[in-house]
T-cell receptor, first 113, second 114 residues
Framework: QKEVEQNSGPLSVPEGAIASLNCTYS??????FFWYRQYSGKSPELIMF????GDKEDGRFTAQLNKASQYVSLLIRDSQPSDSATYLC?????????????FGRGTQLTVWP | DAGVIQSPRHEVTEMGQEVTLRCKPI?????LFWYRQTMMRGLELLIY????????DSGMPEDRFSAKMPNASFSTLKIQPSEPRDSAVYFC????????????FGPGTRLTVL
């Protein structure tokens, strides 16, 4: 079983809709969770991180964490064509202040006008 | 302020040749990471350094791969000899002690081994 699993997609939503991206992880001791966005041909960039159960909102983005279910999600409200990219979920295990990040393979999102 | 710098941006080589990828982290950052990205395996951490010292190289696929960080502003990833299965995009990323959860990625080097 991979450390981090994501819906392979692609996910296609109309402009203005809510895009929902999901991620599960295998290590129950994982402490930190991240969402990176990667445009085609570009490098990943961090858009959200979450450490505690519940929701964390930042503008149009909401990260949701459920440690009991080992589940992380990213909601994008009022999706825009500029949100079209691959979204990578990443997890850091517990027990160290800096450890390796384990990335999912990403979900490709297309927002059509 | 310049971000992470990688060179070359593209490299095409033939099987068996030596390949050297270069990275300059953001000034003041004391952590440096080397990743490899392929369609099949996604983004994988190969090795990371703290204060120029390798901390975790468990992701380095085999002895053909080696990485060095001779000083705080320069790192290399070397593949010798290269094989077609090494074809991938190689990213370098850096972060600093005060914000280790935020890694800044370079533009990547697209390596093609024929």
């Amino acid at each position: 079983q991979k450390e981090v699993e994501q819906n392979s997609g692609p996910l296609s939503v109309p402009e203005g809709a809510i895009a929902s991206l999901n991620c599960t992880y295998s290590d129950r001791g994982s402490q930190s969770f991240f969402w990176y966005r990667q445009y085609s041909g570009k490098s990943p960039e961090l858009i959200m991180f979450i450490y505690s159960n519940g929701d964390k909102e930042d503008g149009r983005f909401t990260a949701q964490l459920n440690k009991a279910s080992q589940y992380v999600s990213l909601l994008i409200r009022d999706s825009q064509p500029s949100d079209s990219a691959t979204y990578l979920c990443a997890v850091k295990r517990g027990g160290s202040t800096l450890g390796r990040l384990y990335f999912g393979r990403g979900t490709q999102l297309t927002v059509w006008p | 302020d310049a971000g992470v710098i990688q060179s070359p941006r593209h490299e095409v080589t033939e099987m068996g040749q030596e390949v050297t990828l270069r990275c300059k982290p953001i000034s003041g950052h004391d952590y440096l990471f080397w990743y490899r990205q392929t369609m099949m395996r996604g983004l994988e951490l190969l090795i990371y350094f703290n204060n120029n010292v390798p901390i975790d190289d468990s992701g380095m696929p085999e002895d053909r791969f080696s990485a060095k960080m001779p000083n705080a502003s320069f790192s290399t990833l070397k593949i010798q000899p290269s094989e077609p299965r090494d074809s991938a995009v190689y990213f370098c990323a850096s972060s600093y002690q005060g914000s280790t959860d935020t890694q800044y990625f370079g533009p990547g080097t697209r390596l093609t081994v024929l």
